[in-house]
């Protein structure tokens, strides 16, 4: 869908600019080159340097509306920029709906989706709950009905605040913070949220205006030493000096706060001067972009094409007020655990830390925080901070099996040189998590050999090693090699079959004497003599998408005595049409198998369709399927099987039978055929779903041939799939979808 342009444009909003566009002078602040290093040396005094290579964080807030192309202008300026994208809220406008993410957002911003970390705005509020908004960020926007989150990039802590939902001392979300911040003590720490405390917009005169409400974010920032909060809904850009919650200097320990409100959205003239305010601007739109090193950050705000505003500096993290310098030596500190070795899912060591000083002496009152490599960790802080021995203690339980995770402490923000290794050993064999696989799946009586591969986990899906296999199957004339030893590192065993009887068998494996649930299916087919084998090819696979009656196909060439089938899915918005008509791909004619319509809304609205032809002489061609009525859409895909029974008229001997079953609101269907006339004959499935973008898992035993989607807001995917032996033609799909599906049976030549 196209975006909607503006009419006209509005006359541009008076620039106001206060202060300096780059910063010099200011303890701590310095000029910033286009890869975030200082112009200049750091003051006296400024904190340590910026070297090395920073973490980038780059976005604004304010973003998209359809009515002009301004955000189009901002995304330009990201599309240059790498690192991790946030917004600061008001993500689309006027009403946060899912159109207006898909139809303004996502042709913009959207193309940086997956590695942006946004904040909800008022007017992603506009829609009950912010639902359109949870729903396109995913889980990149925190809890549903919560929206604060935190991550870390490098040395920092990074803080995602929800300026629209319960923010007081006692609600949730403070509770949530306060916890998160004890949690991660860092030397440097950021937040954002949609609404900015101190800004110099609305009224005129001085004083600025105040947002009371998200003070008691502030006040908790404040307390654990925050460095930056980042704030959109002025429709501008500001900076601010560090000021304390009720808005007074600190250059010390005060916060410094940015307003960006310069996403893409409105303007706005900056008439009511905060006394913190550095540097304002309300006519350019553009993003601010943060260099965050171990020890300091650097910004510049980066204009859009055409606009030459800029602003940018450098200072220093500082600690929170109050904060003594650490007395506790790296070297002189250490770390242990007790056990060393525990089972994942199912054990846990006690991690003991003791703080001394540069003298060896204990340090009492440290607070202490653990960490540990790997995944599916469990750590259990210290509960208080060190005692008058220096000591404490917390723990460590994991889920995934290592043979040696590192345990590390960071003793009142003193990293200790010593760390603790634990390994995490694999549980018990489950059931339920480990599994049995055959390969191939089919083999040919008294000639052919499958592998069988058991892979046994435990209840968390960690490989078991040292594990004992045994192997059964199902039938006669069975020959299994057992595993030939214990499972390996991996979890593996792997063992054999072979059989003299044609038919399907149903393989199980025990680990360890616990039943594993999964089981695998060989198919063994007669040999030579007792049936031929059918092959299958892909000719060709497609789809339409405009609103016409005639499709045609790529070009085929099909093998002489081949079935040819063509499997076809037609969309219509009123009704469901009725069976198109195939002419071409080099045949005299074709002829329906089977058909079955599904998707009812106020009646069916999609139809299913499979042809089959057969030429002893074919010539080659594209194919023509012409539908009876104008359709929405149409998906097809070509077959070709080789090996059929070439008896009847136009393949007619290669079908035996056929089945269709449609369901709505399904996850998946299942075509049970009757018993197949003989093991090697070929279960053959279409299916169709109501659905877009989305992947049909074939039936077990299956060998998916192709899937076709619609490509457009009709949404319909075409399935085809294939296996021998197996009368139960089967798929499914995610969620809850109107389908439908189309067993076939095949017969190979005598």
Request: hydrophobic content about 35%; proline content about 7%.
């Amino acid at each position: 869908m196209m975006r909607l342009r503006p009419l006209f444009v509005t006359p541009a909003i008076a620039l106001t600019v206060l202060g300096l566009v780059t910063c010099t002078g200011d303890s701590g602040l310095t000029g910033v080159s286009d890869d975030g290093r200082a112009t200049a040396s750091r003051p006296a005094g400024g904190g340590a340097a910026v070297i090395g290579t920073p973490e980038i964080l780059v976005g604004a807030g304010d973003i998209s509306t359809c009515s002009n192309n301004l955000d189009e202008s901002t995304a330009r300026i990201i599309d240059t920029v790498p690192g991790t994208v946030y917004t600061l809220g008001d993500n689309v406008y006027p009403d946060g709906l899912a159109s207006e993410f898909t139809n303004c957002y996502q042709p913009t911003w959207g193309r940086h989706k997956a590695r942006t970390r946004p904040a909800a705005g008022n007017t992603d509020y506009n829609s009950s709950g912010a639902a359109p908004y949870f729903n396109y960020f995913g889980a990149s926007a925190g809890q549903p009905g919560q929206g604060y989150y935190s991550y870390n990039l490098g040395a920092w802590h990074i803080v995602v605040l929800n300026s629209n939902v319960p923010r007081t001392p006692a609600s949730p979300q403070m509770q949530w913070l306060r916890a998160d911040l004890d949690a991660n003590p860092r030397q440097c720490t950021l937040a954002y949220f949609h609404h900015p405390l101190f800004s110099s917009i609305n009224g005129t005169g001085t004083g600025g205006s105040v947002w009371t409400s998200v003070q008691p974010f502030w006040d908790t920032l404040y307390s654990r030493g925050a460095d930056l909060v980042l704030g959109g809904h002025r429709h501008s850009y500001e900076r601010l000096a560090p000021v304390r919650p009720d808005g007074t200097p600190d250059p010390t320990f005060g916060i410094r706060q940015f307003v960006v409100g310069t996403g893409g959205v409105g303007g706005g003239t900056n008439n009511n001067l905060h006394p913190a305010s550095e540097v304002r601007n309300g006519d350019t739109r553009g993003v601010l972009k943060l260099y965050l090193y171990d020890d300091s950050y650097a910004w510049k705000f980066i204009p859009i094409a055409g606009k030459t505003f800029t602003d940018s500096g450098t200072v220093a993290c500082h600690p929170a007020p109050g904060a003594a310098a650490p007395t506790v030596s790296a070297t002189l500190s250490t770390i242990s655990a007790d056990p060393t070795t525990i089972v994942a899912g199912g054990g846990s060591s006690t991690i003991t830390v003791t703080a001394r000083n540069s003298s060896g002496d204990p340090v009492s009152g440290a607070s202490v925080v653990l960490s540990a490599t790997g995944g599916g960790n469990t750590i259990v802080q210290p509960s208080a901070p060190t005692d008058a021995a220096g000591v404490a203690t917390g723990s460590f339980s994991s889920t995934v099996a290592a043979t040696s995770k590192t345990i590390s402490a960071v003793i009142s923000g003193v990293a200790i040189t010593q760390t603790a290794l634990v390994r995490v050993n694999a549980g018990p064999a489950s059931a339920a998590h480990s599994t049995v696989a055959a390969s191939p799946t089919s083999i040919v009586a008294g000639g052919g050999s499958s592998t069988i591969t058991v892979t046994v986990r435990d209840p968390h899906g960690n490989p078991v090693s040292g594990s004992t296999v045994a192997l059964s199957a199902s039938g006669t004339s069975n020959s299994l090699t057992q595993p030939g030893g214990t499972t390996n590192g991996n979890g593996l065993a792997i063992g054999a079959l072979t059989s003299s009887d044609a038919e399907v068998k149903t393989v199980s494996a025990t680990a360890d004497g616990t039943p594993i649930t999964q089981t695998a299916d060989v198919t063994v087919t007669p040999p030579a003599g007792g049936g031929g084998q059918i092959v299958h090819t892909l000719l060709t696979s497609g789809n339409g998408t405009d609103n016409v009656k005639v499709f045609t196909t790529a070009s085929i060439s099909p093998a002489a005595n081949a079935l040819v089938t063509v499997a076809v899915l037609g969309h219509r918005s009123s009704a469901a049409s009725a069976a198109p008509t195939l002419t071409g791909g080099g045949m005299g004619s074709w002829t329906q198998v089977a058909t079955v319509t599904f998707d009812t809304v106020t009646g069916p609205l999609k139809r299913l369709v499979v042809y089959r032809a057969m030429s002893a002489s074919p010539g080659s061609g594209p194919i023509t399927i012409s539908w009876p009525g104008t359709v929405s859409n149409s998906q097809w895909i070509v077959s070709q099987w080789t090996g059929v029974d070439a008896s009847g008229a136009n393949g007619a001997g290669a079908i035996v039978q056929s089945i269709g079953v449609s369901g709505d609101r399904v996850s998946g269907l299942t075509a049970t055929l009757a018993p197949l006339g003989a093991p090697h004959h070929v279960a053959y499935g279409v299916v169709g779903m109501n659905g877009n973008g989305l992947v049909v898992s074939p039936g077990a035993g299956f060998t998916e041939i192709a899937e076709q989607s619609s490509g457009e807001a009709a949404r319909a995917v075409l399935q085809t799939e294939w296996t021998t032996g197996d009368n139960t033609v089967d798929a499914s799909g995610p969620g809850s979808l109107n389908a439908a599906i189309l067993g076939i049976e095949l017969k190979p030549a005598p």
